[in-house]
């Protein structure tokens, strides 16, 4: 059990914490901004791994993984957009990866790698794109420390923000109750970190928001204060 002795479900949350999806950085400058958004008072990176079969889309491997890490200490959240993620969960932890996520339409028995990537010294996660039900993960939810809501389809930064997938952060928030760590990546900016705050998220991904601004610690300043401001953790939306 990772969830002992909840508090009551109106007790506060623990933290609230900003992770820039490194997928809208200018990657010629990798470090240049990681180093940036650092110096802006984020909490993570959030880094997208995507293989072109699970998703319609290319991206990192663990090498981008490990120049991330030697550009900054703050926690490094992975999110494996991939088939067969239990196939390569151990690369990735040893590249730096802090927490790890997978999504659960890909490994629908997912407790064995939750184990492995426990047992390797990372955090487990679970994700569900916009289409999975909330519901899919409740079985699983003691054995991970963290579940991500998309609310995107995944696959390509910048998309628009799917605010019918939000109601999922308040089913999640209800059945795991408050110490429990969701997360929200998809079209998040200060404006919509409102409804995500309503619901009951207490992580947000944030990517163009953020690293595309022309001042990324304004940014990340106004999505905090409206994250704190808007957040809800008794009977949520």
């Not at 940036?36 to 959030?46: E, L, P, R």
């Not at 932890?93 to 927490?99: P, Q, V």
Request: net charge neutral.
């Amino acid at each position: 059990m990772n969830i002992p002795n909840l508090p009551h479900p109106g007790a506060p949350a623990h933290r609230t914490l900003i992770a820039p999806s490194v997928l809208a950085c200018d990657l010629a400058r990798l470090g240049d901004e990681i180093r940036a958004v650092d110096a802006a008072g984020v909490d993570w990176h959030h880094v997208d791994i995507m293989d072109g079969h699970f998703v319609p889309n290319l991206t990192f491997g663990p090498d981008i993984v490990m120049a991330i890490r030697r550009a900054s200490e703050k926690p490094l959240d992975v999110h494996l957009m991939i088939e067969e993620p239990e196939r390569y969960a151990e690369e990735f932890i040893r590249a730096g990866a802090s927490i790890l996520t997978f999504h659960i339409e890909a490994l629908p028995e997912p407790r064995p790698l939750i184990e492995k990537i426990r047992k390797l010294g990372a955090r487990p996660g679970l994700v569900i794109r916009p289409r999975t039900p909330a519901s899919s993960l409740f079985p699983f939810l003691r054995d991970v420390d963290m579940a991500l809501v998309m609310t995107v389809e995944p696959g390509f930064t910048g998309q628009k923000f799917m605010a019918d997938c939000v109601v999922k952060a308040a089913q999640i928030r209800r059945e795991a109750g408050p110490q429990f760590d969701i997360e929200v990546d998809g079209g998040i900016n200060e404006k919509t970190v409102e409804q995500i705050a309503r619901a009951g998220a207490n992580v947000v991904v944030a990517g163009a928001a953020i690293y595309r601004a022309d001042d990324p610690r304004a940014a990340v300043r106004r999505i905090r204060d409206s994250l704190k401001r808007n957040i809800r953790w008794r009977d949520p939306i």
